[in-house]
């Protein structure tokens, strides 16, 4: 499963059709990252350089050259070099690269500094997305200045500089058939790592076991990291949103909030799940469960093409604040609950964000100033919750209760698709799974 060639092609096309005349575009890779000392996290590549070229490697810069409505693109990428290769592994190479990404012309890396003022030589624009990375904002910068030290000769910089990233953005965010296929996959390896610690959990086990369950059934699968820092928050630790410590044992009684994704040729998946250590939910834990659960199901009434994620929150927060009002966790009317927000001493968190490449994936979430309309290709997460954190004012039955259920939802032309709608989630099919691992 990957994405051809021919449509990173495609998407370079489209990138140059936003382009004016007389300009050049520059797209760099990412760096490798140190650890420590001489070692390196493993190697992400920059999100928007692989959306156009599917290139994997680090220290690379992609050129894209309008004249006279013709696109000319180039690469730069790391030469070969037996003696590093030797150490850090192989590189792809200029010529091969040129082949397997379907560029114009592909060029060593160190040419960059002498090549790229001939390539800026009489354009008046210039896009690239200054500040992302120092050195080439250096790189750049020098380049323009020496065009200016050389104004006498002719030689004039570009009068514009533009951010390329708004426009590359909106392109990612409406996924083609092949980047919904990836994320389905995605979203499958995410589902079965689910499954896999729903059925692990035990009183006395630890959350970096559960943690070390789900990695290992990413890898098993092909996907070899995690879209994201693994949470994996049992009890009161639940009510940590962006909890990673996951140290804690599992005690019997508490609630295990999970919330993992796997990350596939670069696409993200993002699931939250929320389950009884025990694998039987309280009485009190159901009510809370069933609650948070209404309200993803409301809010999915609302995911389809011309509505909007507000009107999908607002849909989900009028069911929350109801329950919790039913549940004696607030009082007073729905009406001045909902005007005063006193909901959000409990659900303080959006309701969903954009994925796609990045967890948290690009794109405005509005247009113009107004709340930007759902199309079909878009896909987004949907995750209500309700954290009660153990000092809160409430009966004591509710109190360190962290709950959380997230799915990833495809826009599509008649509503929606859950690309993650077999991880268990409702309380039967929860405490079913959990009963027949036991």
């Known amino acids: 499963m990957m994405i051809e060639r021919c449509e990173y092609q495609s998407r370079r096309q489209r990138l140059a059709e936003y382009l004016q005349d007389d300009s050049l575009c520059l797209i760099p890779a990412a760096r490798e990252v140190t650890r420590s000392r001489d070692t390196h996290y493993p190697f992400r590549q920059d999100s928007d350089f692989y959306y156009l070229t599917g290139f994997h490697e680090p220290d690379a810069v992609l050129l894209l050259l309008k004249r006279q409505g013709k696109t000319t693109s180039v690469l730069f990428c790391l030469a070969k070099d037996p003696a590093a290769e030797i150490w850090h592994g192989r590189r ?15 060029f060593p890396l160190q040419q960059l500094p002498e090549q790229l003022p001939e390539y800026l030589a ?5 896009y690239f997305a200054q500040g992302s990375y120092e050195h080439i904002d250096a790189l750049v ?22 951010d390329i990233r708004e426009h590359l953005h909106e392109m990612r965010l409406i996924k083609s058939s092949a980047e919904v296929s990836l994320m389905r996959r995605a979203a499958d390896i995410s589902t079965d790592a689910h499954k896999r610690a729903m059925c692990f ?12 369950e789900l990695h290992h059934e990413f ?9 994201y820092g693994t949470i994996v928050g049992s009890g009161d630790n639940g009510c940590i949103l962006h909890y990673t410590e996951n140290q804690s044992p599992l005690k019997d009684g508490d609630l295990i909030l999970i919330d993992a994704g796997a ?9 939250t799940r929320t389950f009884p250590v025990n694998g039987r939910f309280s009485e009190a834990q159901a009510q809370l469960y069933q609650l948070v659960l209404d309200a993803q199901l409301a809010a999915f009434e609302e995911i389809k093409p011309g509505s909007t994620l507000v009107r999908a ?51 405005d979430y509005k ?25 809160a004012d409430v009966d004591p039955k509710w109190r360190a209760t962290g709950i959380r259920i997230e799915d990833n939802l495809l826009v599509t032309v008649d509503g929606h698709e859950n690309l993650t709608a077999a991880a268990p989630k409702e309380i039967q099919a929860i405490e079913a799974l959990m009963a027949g691992s036991r």
Not at 201 to 212: H, I, K, M, S
Not at 367 to 391: C, K, W
């Open 367 to 391: 247009v113009e100033g107004e709340d930007r309309p759902l199309e079909p290709g878009m896909v987004l997460t949907v995750e209500p919750g309700i954290y009660i954190p153990a000092d």
């Open 201 to 212: 959990a035990r009183p006395g086990r630890y959350e970096y076991q559960l943690e070390a």
């Open 313 to 363: 929150t607002e849909a989900a927060v009028v069911v929350i604040t109801r329950g919790l009002l039913d549940l004696g966790i607030l009082s007073g009317s729905l009406e001045g609950n909902l005007a005063e927000k006193t909901y959000r001493q409990y659900f303080m968190h959006g309701l969903g964000h954009w994925l796609g490449l990045d967890v948290h994936d690009v794109g």
């Open 263 to 271: 990350e596939l040729m670069g696409y993200a998946a993002d699931i």
């Open 141 to 162: 910068f020098a380049c323009l200045e020496q065009q200016r030290q050389a104004g006498k000769k002719g030689q004039r910089p570009p009068g514009t500089l533009i």
């Open 219 to 227: 890898a098993l699968q092909g996907a070899r990291h995690p879209a």
């Open 122 to 126: 009489g354009c008046r624009q210039l």
């Open 92 to 106: 792809t190479g200029p010529a091969k690269a040129k082949e397997q990404v379907g560029v114009d012309h592909s």
